[in-house]
């Protein structure tokens, strides 16, 4: 809801949590103008990364992982397992060599080859896991209307997905890895479709916030690797829901609230910049990092369906 005052930051919220508090104001220190130089905020940037692999944020985030990956979750309470198959997979992503977990979930009973969702999940590129409830919800619902969701364990830039649990792992990749292991994540998919029981001709790729600026991405690295191919014969189609691809801060000009045009998540854009092996001018990096930017529109997947809802961020 609206906090009553456009100034006040999101950690002053009179309504939080006081255990919230602390860690949110962690982000305070990062830089909100735009420096000059990618040396002028890398610091702090490092510093916070530092305070959040700490052991005892890790020990915090354990906790956090208990309420989010549970069962028990509100998420899930309207997205069960019942009339559905899961199984977990590993795949070989390109060109690093490294292991990358998926999820695969599909209707019970069901025979012939399935169209598939290649889903990537939210958190700016730096965070989150497809062990995360909501993330899990999205996905059966999904697969209950007939479909079969291919979630994909990307790394993160910053944060490794989940730090807890059967799965815990602590690799994380710079910006292009991320991106790297969605591009294969297609290519695997789409190669092994007979084995996995997809139609590979009815492959679409999906993701919400940073995981929409990768699904974008990656379907956009695609069409430049095979640019006679084109993307039509890779992947049917494009959802993006809320993609962040702006990372654009908000100013006290703008009519819009904050809390609709995710620039409070500005952070996540610099977050992912810092870890940047190459130019922040490559898809993938937030356009507010790049040297140009030009709207995206259907047109630049070439007759592909592009879909995207809510607002841009």
């Not at 456009?6 to 104001?25: G, T, V």
């Not at 915090?60 to 559905?84: D, P, Q």
Request: aromatic share 8%; hydrophobic share 35%.
């Amino acid at each position: 809801g609206k906090q009553g005052s456009e100034r006040k930051l999101p950690w002053e919220d009179e309504r939080l949590d006081p255990r919230q508090r602390p860690f949110l104001q962690a982000f305070d220190a990062m830089p909100r103008p735009r420096p000059k130089r990618m040396d002028d905020f890398k610091k702090p940037y490092h510093a916070i990364a530092a305070k959040m692999r700490s052991p005892k944020s890790l020990e915090y985030l354990k906790g956090v992982e208990a309420i989010l990956t549970s069962e028990t979750s509100a998420h899930l309470r309207f997205a069960g397992k019942e009339g559905l198959t899961m199984r977990e997979g590993t795949f070989q992503s390109k060109p690093a060599g490294n292991t990358v977990r998926y999820r695969l979930i599909r209707p019970s009973g069901s025979k012939g080859p399935l169209p598939c969702v290649v889903y990537f999940h939210g958190g700016g590129m730096i965070q989150g896991s497809i062990d995360h409830a909501h993330y899990k919800a999205w996905a059966r619902m999904i697969a209950s209307q007939g479909v079969a969701v291919f979630m994909v364990e990307f790394r993160n830039a910053l944060m490794p997905g989940i730090v807890n649990g059967p799965h815990s792992s602590g690799e994380t990749a710079p910006y292009p890895g991320g991106l790297n292991d969605c591009v294969s994540a297609i290519v695997h998919a789409r190669d092994n479709a007979k084995e996995l029981r997809f139609d590979a001709k009815r492959i679409i790729v999906a993701g919400d916030s940073g995981g929409g600026n990768l699904a974008i991405s990656s379907c956009l690295r695609l069409m430049k690797a095979s640019p006679k191919q084109g993307l039509i014969d890779i992947v049917s189609g494009v959802y993006v829901l809320c993609p962040y691809i702006l990372g654009i801060i908000q100013t006290l000009r703008s009519p819009a609230l904050p809390n609709t045009t995710g620039s409070s998540c500005t952070w996540m854009a610099r977050a992912l910049t810092v870890t940047a092996l190459s130019r922040p001018t490559k898809p993938g990096i937030p356009a507010r990092f790049r040297r140009s930017h030009r709207r995206m529109n259907s047109r630049d997947f070439r007759g592909r369906t592009c879909l995207s809802t809510s607002a841009t961020r």
